[in-house]
């Protein structure tokens, strides 16, 4: 790398591998949601089945391409992709954002302002489903796979995290009844987490699944919005209602005190993990 020429060193700046990242998967993500979204037009289809089955290309074209990119572009085994472990980094991450959504709703419970309405069809899960697959997997490739990956690299696991968590954060401004404390809600309970999660594993399996049963539980089980987007169906009809503190208001839960506490004291405990088994990595000028 000592005799790289001023244009190889540009093509391989930090900020360029993650704008030229981020741009191929956005690009190829749309076109591809262009494309199947006009074939399943043509198929006489439930729209709940049109959008899971468009969600499943949608995740398979992020991991496609991503893979795809950086094999030729780092020249490398796109590692953090690996399928060695990933049963047990699915179940993992599945316990863990399942039960952290739990435990949030609990506090809701506790509180008196969540109740169940009615148990519904299973198949009422499905707008949930494909929502939560295709954000968990398309969010997971840009975030930490392009975005903290990278920048890891150079400025080390620390500041790569607060980074990627606050541009996550910022990311949920745009979002339905979202507000600055929700961002930074959103910043320290899923960025923060989120990174130190595919710190400790190294892979980005773990933080996928994570993120997948945190959004799913959260609406497809509980019938509550997620990051102010409101899911028509769900498994269970509730009854939400009390101080936006608790019920995180319009937002959802994730704009609730005890979702940002909760994600807080998770990533303290990968961090104090990721610490004592050496996975962080160290900013250049320190190496």
């Not at 190829?28 to 729209?47: R, T």
């Not at 009854?239 to 506490?261: H, R, V, W």
Request: proline share 2%; aromatic share 12%; charged share 10%.
């Amino acid at each position: 790398m000592t005799n790289q020429t001023l244009s190889q060193r540009i093509f391989h700046f930090p900020l360029t591998k993650i704008t030229i990242g981020i741009i191929a998967c956005v690009g190829v993500v749309s076109v591809g949601q262009f494309g199947i979204g006009a074939l399943l037009d043509l198929l006489s289809l439930e729209k709940d089945i049109k959008n899971l089955l468009a969600g499943i290309v949608i995740a398979l074209l992020s991991l496609t391409i991503y893979s795809l990119l950086f094999r030729f572009y780092e020249k490398r085994n796109i590692s953090e992709l690996s399928t060695n472990g990933i049963g047990k980094n699915l179940a993992l991450g599945i316990l863990i954002g399942a039960g952290m959504q739990a435990l949030v709703i609990f506090v809701m419970y506790l509180n008196g302002s969540f109740s169940v309405v009615s148990i519904n069809s299973f198949w009422f899960i499905l707008p949930s489903l494909g929502m939560a697959f295709t954000s968990a997997i398309f969010e997971e490739i840009l975030l930490r796979g392009i975005i903290f990956r990278i920048t890891e690299e150079k400025l080390g696991s620390y500041l790569a995290l607060f980074i990627s968590a606050l541009i996550f954060g910022l990311l949920h401004l745009g979002n339905p009844n979202s507000s600055l404390v929700a961002a930074l809600g959103i910043s320290i309970q899923a960025g923060l987490m989120l990174g130190a999660a595919y710190i400790f594993s190294r892979n980005l399996w773990l933080p996928i699944a994570i993120h997948f049963a945190w959004n799913f539980t959260q609406s497809g089980i509980f019938g509550a919005s997620t990051s102010g987007h409101v899911i028509a169906k769900s498994l269970l009809s509730t009854k939400i209602e009390g101080i936006e503190l608790i019920t995180g208001g319009k937002f959802g839960p994730e704009g609730s005190i005890q979702a940002t506490i909760f994600g807080l004291l998770a990533s303290i405990f990968l961090m104090f993990l990721n610490h004592k088994y050496e996975k962080l990595i160290k900013p250049f000028w320190v190496k």
